[in-house]
């Protein structure tokens, strides 16, 4: 490799960030790129100096997104949560801000047996969750796994529904409940307009299922009319649940400041609780209402242009779904790994990279998953790791080449959480704004593989935000199986929601009585 030009890589032994500093040095810009800074102890420090082509600065430099551009997206994002949740302004909306009917978080008075059906692929679960006050609010569950086959996934709405109709037979009588008229929570992850909480119709299938009869029509309905069909059993009230509300119900059940969800794994959601009088779509002005974001569309207007770079337009367009979902790729599991893998190639062809030799692996889309950037990232066995990816992909690289694509995979996994910190931070201080707070203090239920498994993302994320929203304390809980658990609390508020509303009607009706009856004796 020509080292002519050179960048400064500092490296240590705990954790990694970019930081892009001014300084003398051998660049024509006088720019150093250190990176993989992490102490070794509160003084001491063990650096290793490493010298990559300048060159490597220009593309990485594409992706850095200064705290001040982080808050003119937030600035951005903020505008389009208005006009989603707006009468008039909604079709027009990036950000599409569905109401969810979802009116309240767990208080931990919830109590008692629920179902849940969760469907989202080849597979669908079946559940029964008990939950118990008096153990101090625990959740006990059992499930089942039932597949669907093919000739389902692509047969009638009625055969597709009375195969899950037949699957929550026998689990039922597996949990020796068929006498018993349970609520069910069902999260259906198919596109879906919510008209009420048990009313969703569905707009389009995905994920290879395209069943006839079904689209257009509400699936609850196709779902009690196949229980129907059969005879053997009943349900009670159902409830539709997003999966990203499961997320926020399953965490706000162990910590009841929590009213934001959030997934960024394969893909990317938030939801959060609105004040019911800024929800123009739907009648009503007191209370709260959960509002699902679909914030992946954000940018879907050209509002993030300028800050995507040609490899995001190339993984754009050459998506299933080109123009649609613009945050999405820019920061979810799906699509990191075809970003690092392009800006890989382009390295390669620059002949920064391998020694200007590629391979046909590492020149096939998706040949570079997303799983594979946390791999290389991991403190102690990262190099080791992608030296052995590279090799699999059949590149012939050295210890630096290994370097740098650690750096490039970390300036990738950075990109993604700072502007999901920026993205958040602008739900969390609406909370507050609307509030009227001087500080908020919530709780954020947050799930996905990229969250989860990345071995700097969360943390990276969590600084971010402090730093964009400092009048807000945010706390991360990871959700404990929010399609599952948090579909049955779902059910579970709004049958305690419909209790309350149910014993004050009845209050009401008493204190009429006795007010006619003192009438009586007037007279």
């Known amino acids: 490799m020509n080292f002519s030009s050179v960048l400064l890589l500092v490296i240590n032994q705990r954790k990694t960030k970019n930081i892009w500093i001014q300084g003398p040095g051998p660049t024509r810009s006088g720019r150093f790129l250190i990176a993989q ?27 850095h997104l200064s705290q001040e551009k982080l808050k003119e997206v937030s600035a951005r994002l903020k505008r389009d949560l208005i006009r989603g949740l707006g009468k008039h302004s909604h079709h027009r909306a990036a950000v599409k801000m569905l109401p969810t009917f979802v009116r309240a978080t767990p208080d931990g008075t919830e109590n008692g047996d629920y179902l849940a059906l969760d469907l989202g692929g080849t597979n669908f679960r079946v559940l029964h969750v008990r939950v118990v006050e008096e153990q101090q609010r625990v959740l006990k569950m059992d499930s089942q796994i039932c597949a ?79 229980i129907h069909r059969r005879g053997d059993y009943d349900i009670g ?60 569309g954000f940018g879907d207007d050209g509002s993030l242009r300028d800050i995507q770079t040609e490899f995001d337009v190339v993984v754009d367009q050459t998506s299933i779904n080109p123009g649609v979902h613009t945050f999405e790729k820019m920061i979810s599991g799906m699509y990191l790994g075809e ?48 030296q052995n990816i590279l090799t ?83 706390t991360f809980l990871v959700s404990e199986d929010g399609s599952g658990k948090g579909a049955a609390m779902v059910t579970a508020v709004a049958q305690r929601l419909a209790l309350q509303s149910r014993l004050l009607e009845d209050s009401d009706g008493e204190d009429e009585e006795v007010e006619e009856d003192e009438e009586e004796e007037d007279k």
Request: aromatic share 6%; with cysteine.
């Open 392 to 474: 699999k992909l059949g590149v012939k690289c050295d210890p630096v080449d290994v370097r740098v694509v650690r750096l490039v995979c970390d300036t990738i996994s950075s990109r993604s959480a700072r502007l999901c910190a920026a993205a958040l931070g602008t739900i969390a201080n609406r909370i507050r704004v609307n509030r009227g707070l001087d500080h908020l203090k919530t709780t954020v239920g947050v799930d996905g593989t990229v969250y989860r498994k990345h071995p700097n993302f969360s943390e990276e994320l969590q600084d971010t935000v402090r730093l964009l929203v400092p009048k807000c304390s945010i």
């Open 37 to 63: 800074i992490h102490s070794c102890q509160e003084v001491h420090f063990k650096l290793h100096v490493y010298c990559f082509p300048v060159q490597v600065e220009k593309y990485l430099e594409l992706f």
């Open 148 to 226: 669907i086959p093919q000739e389902i996934m692509l047969g009638t709405g009625e055969q597709l529904f009375d195969h899950i109709a037949a699957c929550l037979s026998e689990f039922l009588d597996s949990q020796d409940l068929k006498g018993k008229t349970l609520p069910l929570g069902f999260t259906f992850s198919f596109p879906c307009e919510q008209k009420e909480i048990d009313k969703s119709i569905l707009i389009r299938w995905t994920k290879g299922f395209n069943c006839s009869g079904v689209e257009g029509r509400d699936v609850v309905q196709l779902l009690k009319e196949a």
């Open 339 to 386: 970003i690092v893998r392009l800006l890989l190639v382009r390295l390669t062809e620059d002949k920064l990279l391998f020694n200007g030799q590629t391979s046909e692996a590492l020149l096939t889309p998706g040949s570079f998953e997303t799983k594979f950037i946390s791999e290389i990232e991991e403190e102690d066995t990262g190099l080791e790791n992608g």
């Open 237 to 296: 009230s159902v409830a539709m649940v997003n999966d990203t509300v499961g997320t926020m119900m399953s965490c706000g059940y162990r910590d009841q400041s929590c009213e934001i969800g959030m997934i960024i794994g394969t893909g990317t959601n938030a939801c959060y609780m609105e004040e019911m009088k800024n929800v123009k779509r739907v009648e009503g002005e007191a209370g709260r209402m959960c509002i699902n974001t679909e914030w992946g």
